[in-house]
Every structure is written in C-alpha cells, then in structure tokens.
C-alpha cells in the first residue's frame, strides 16, 4: 500500500490557547450516558476472523451499502448515551477520510466517509460519539516517532465534532507515541475528551474493561490486562464492555467483536443479562459499552435490534421514562 508521507498534517498545536475543560463537570456528563452501543466494522467483518493479516487490495472491505441511521435509532430506542465506533483496527484500514494513508474506506468500493455519516446519525438522534482506535498496527513501515498516529488523531479530534472518549487498543504496541504522550496530544485539540488504554502504560482518565462488568472506578472492572491499575491514581471514571454475540463451544469459527458468520445470527446474549449489567453500571457510575458488528451491508443484526429495543423498554418502564417514538 502507499503512504502519503507529504499529506501528514503539520504537527503543530491546534487548540493552544483554549480554556482548560472542567473534568470534574465533564465526569458526571460522561456517567450520565450510562450506557452505548461499540461498534465494529471493517475488514473483519468480510473475513470471519478476528484479526484479519494478508490483505493487499482494499476492495477487501467490500460493503456497497451502510445504514448509520440504523445504527444511532437503535441506540436511541435502547436509552443509550452515546456510540463508541471503532476507526482503525490493527490491520490499519481507516473508516474515516483520511488524508495520512491510501488504505481507507473511501477508496474501498463504498466510497463514503463512514465517520462523517456517523456523527451526521448520532447528531440526528441526540447521541454522543467516543472513537475506538488500535495505536499501532501492522502497515505502519515506522513507529518510532508517532509521526502517523499524531497525524490520525489530529484529523480525527479536528474534523469530526465532539468526541466523548478515545478507546485506545495497545495490541499493537503505542505507534510510536508513549500513553502520556498521547494524552498530552490529544487533550490540547479536545480537553473534555476522555482518553482511556485496555493495558500497556498507565494514562488518561478513563480506565477501560475489556470483557468487563460493573465495579468501582477504584477497583478492576476488567479481567487479565488491567494487573497494575491499582497503582494508578489517574481514573475518573470507568467503562467495560463486552460483545452482545456470546462465546462459547457452540461457536465454531466466526469473529467476537466484529459480524460473525450468518450461522451466528440467531445468537445474542439475553435482554436480562444487559439490563443487569446496565443497572451495575448504574450503581458504580460507569458506563457500559455493548459491542455489536453490523454486517455485509453496514446494518445490525435483527436479533441485535430486537434485544436492545428489549433493554430499552426494561429501561424506560423501571424509570418512568417515556417511549421512544417509532420503537
């Protein structure tokens, strides 16, 4: 694939001289979104596999159709906060318009700036947005100096509104740039954005429970990563996620976070576990990010549809909200 070397973005400071964010204010803001949908789609989702090594032609990514305003009604008709989309993956394939690399969804057949849909959809129906990002990844010829990754998160803090909290994955190491670096680089574009790691170098501010469940900010929400955290005096808040597909021996093949195989369609984890869990939520002040895979054509699964609009009306009818519209 081709770099765009002389299309990196000057990496100078864009927000210099903007006002400090109140975190404590921005705390309760983000525990007020209680729960939101993570969302992955890319090259994993055509493969069936995880982690998707050896693609050499962007095509690969073959999708021709994309329903982001699938993707935030549901949110809203399940009470949710906010999306939390997954931009880059470890196979580098970036779903947003980037100006930094060749290997992007708008040269793939779809043509279409993923993210900029996105923020239209959750802009429509009063969701938040928060970014997931793997830091490294595998087509990256030189990591050393973070030149890429500062230039990727510079477009994707500037152009691209609002953003809640940046997911950073560590799987393939920091690209380059070290987590307090990066924290550093990020908060001078958005200061009131959060920015969390799943393990590596402890930073940011937001602490991340990679197939996690409810807990205290002050304790492990996560499972295996996290050994070390309780040194870490950093947090503000905690989110834990996990897939809506469940993983078991029944399931032969097939991807977790991303779209499985169309044999996996009729499986999801039941409404009642996902409003224990967002009750859990509740109770600690985090919040909880339930990951599902849109498919082929960029839309959720029905039996995902169908089991968020069932956390949602357990929801509203628990609270005393109303109903939402349509639902």
């Not at 996105?118 to 973070?146: H, Q, V």
């Not at 078991?248 to 984890?269: I, N, Q, T």
């Amino acid at each position: 694939m081709k770099w765009t070397f002389m299309a990196l973005l000057p990496l100078v400071v864009f927000a210099a001289g903007a006002e400090p964010a109140d975190m404590m204010k921005r705390t309760e803001e983000l525990k007020g979104l209680k729960w939101g949908m993570f969302v992955c789609w890319s090259f994993s989702t055509f493969s069936g596999r995880e982690w998707t090594h050896g693609v050499t032609d962007v095509s690969f990514f073959r999708a021709t159709e994309l329903d982001t305003d699938q993707w935030a009604r549901t949110a809203k008709e399940a009470g949710m906060g906010y999306i939390l989309f997954l931009t880059k993956h470890h196979d580098g394939f970036c779903l947003w318009d980037t100006k930094t690399t060749e290997w992007k969804v708008t040269n793939a057949p779809l043509g279409r700036d993923v993210l900029a849909e996105l923020r239209r959809s959750c802009d429509k129906y009063g969701i938040k947005l928060a970014l997931y990002y793997s830091e490294g990844d595998w087509t990256w010829p030189d990591m050393k100096n973070g030149e890429l990754k500062k230039a990727q998160l510079k477009e994707l803090l500037t152009r691209y509104g609002v953003i809640e909290y940046i997911w950073f994955d560590h799987a393939q190491t920091d690209g380059g740039l070290g987590h307090a670096e990066t924290v550093q680089w990020c908060k001078q574009f958005q200061p009131g954005c959060f920015i969390g790691f799943n393990h590596g170098e402890r930073a940011g501010d937001i602490r991340l429970g990679e197939h996690g469940r409810p807990a205290p900010v002050s304790q492990r929400t996560g499972v295996g990563r996290d050994t070390g955290d309780e040194d870490y005096q950093g947090y503000l808040v905690a989110e834990f996620t996990y897939p809506l597909l469940p993983k078991g021996p029944h399931r032969a093949g097939g991807a977790d976070w991303f779209y499985s195989l169309p044999k996996h369609d009729h499986l999801a984890h039941p409404a009642e576990k996902l409003y224990h869990d967002y009750l859990g939520a509740v109770k600690y002040g985090n919040i909880f990010s339930i990951n599902v895979g849109p498919d082929y054509k960029g839309k959720l699964r029905q039996i995902d549809v169908e089991t968020l609009r069932q956390v949602g009306e357990m929801i509203r009818n628990t609270q005393g909200l109303p109903s939402v519209p349509g639902s």
